[in-house]
């Protein structure tokens, strides 16, 4: 009788429990993603509830998800004793992406408002020796202030999680040092008619299709996040792209890298800007909101000219 040897050998047992605990945890997080209701009474309690059991399990699951962020890093130049902020910045993971460049920062300050992620970021710091760098602080991307003006902030996939994320942005470009940078990398859908220079254009199913998927774990995909970056900054950086989706083969998911400077002029006069809302707890309640914006009182012609879907007079 002929013997038949398989070429592939079998995983010993060191690999099989790996391989194991890496599926079962992306198995539990699936689960709070897509069937776990989230709870609360307001935006922290609500991001508690989320992440609470799926906090450890974060990173390694999140790692082929939300890409660029390493890239958004690598591109921002560190100066002598600049401090920097991660708005949003959950679990610290830029603490490790940023590896020894962290160690030229004299300050870094990682600003969330979920205690479970937070925890974790706390945990990070002190396993890295960096409590004298970094501090992880529980606060509102909309109102912390820091006793110094920041030369870098960061939101790293955050915007997306803030509800009033122009209002984070705004309260960004009031804190930045003159000389300082925004850098972002998130996702978001293009609007129907972007003005840009070089913008990606997106058709009705990613821009419709995307943010319902999101929006289910209040994740809110927006067509003016670029649009109103470019008001508060001149763009040094812009890459628009596409990412990948575990579990979702073939589907890619439009994401975005900016790095800009603060705008004086966006700054100086009282303006009114309108941009496209979507409710917290169901994105079909998405609507048009006017707030009242420290820009200029007339819009740069890009913003002025932009379609109904967003961001105009």
């Not at 060191?14 to 391989?19: D, F, I």
């Not at 198995?27 to 993603?33: E, I, K, Q, V």
């Not at 479970?116 to 020796?129: F, T």
């Not at 809110?220 to 579990?247: G, K, N, Q, T």
Request: charged content about 25%.
């Amino acid at each position: 009788m002929a013997v038949f040897t398989s070429p592939i050998s079998p995983p010993d047992d060191k690999q099989y429990r790996v391989g194991f605990r890496q599926r079962w945890s992306e198995l539990r997080t699936l689960w709070h993603l897509a069937i776990r209701p989230i709870q609360g009474a307001d935006h922290a309690s609500r991001l508690s509830h989320f992440y609470q059991g799926q906090a450890a399990d974060y990173d390694s699951f999140r790692r082929r998800l939300l890409t660029g962020r390493r890239e958004l890093l690598d591109d921002l130049p560190i100066g002598p004793n600049d401090y920097w902020i991660d708005m949003g910045g959950g679990t610290g993971i830029s603490v490790d992406l940023l590896g020894p460049r962290i160690h030229q920062l004299a300050r870094f300050d990682i600003v969330d408002l979920c205690g479970p992620l937070l925890e974790r970021a706390r945990k990070r710091v002190h396993a890295s020796g960096l409590d004298g760098i970094v501090k992880v602080i529980d606060a509102d991307a909309t109102h912390f202030q820091p006793d110094r003006r920041p030369d870098v902030i960061l939101f790293s996939y955050a915007l997306t999680m803030i509800p009033d994320w122009y209002s984070a942005l705004q309260h960004a470009a009031r804190l930045l040092a003159p000389h300082g940078r925004i850098a972002v990398v998130d996702f978001y859908v293009s609007r129907r008619y972007p003005t840009h220079p070089g913008a990606a254009t997106h058709g009705w199913l990613t821009r419709t299709g995307w943010p319902a998927w999101f929006g289910l774990d209040n994740v809110w995909l927006s067509p003016d996040h670029l649009p109103v970056l470019h008001h508060y900054f001149s763009a040094e950086r812009l890459i628009e792209s596409r990412a990948a989706v575990p579990y979702l083969p073939g589907l890619r998911v439009p994401v975005y890298r900016f790095i800009g400077t603060p705008r004086v002029d966006a700054m100086r006069d009282p303006g009114l800007l309108t941009v496209q809302s979507a409710s917290e707890s169901n994105h079909a309640a998405a609507r048009f909101r006017t707030v009242r914006l420290d820009g200029k009182a007339a819009l740069d012609r890009e913003c002025a000219a932009m379609s109904p879907e967003g961001v105009r007079e």
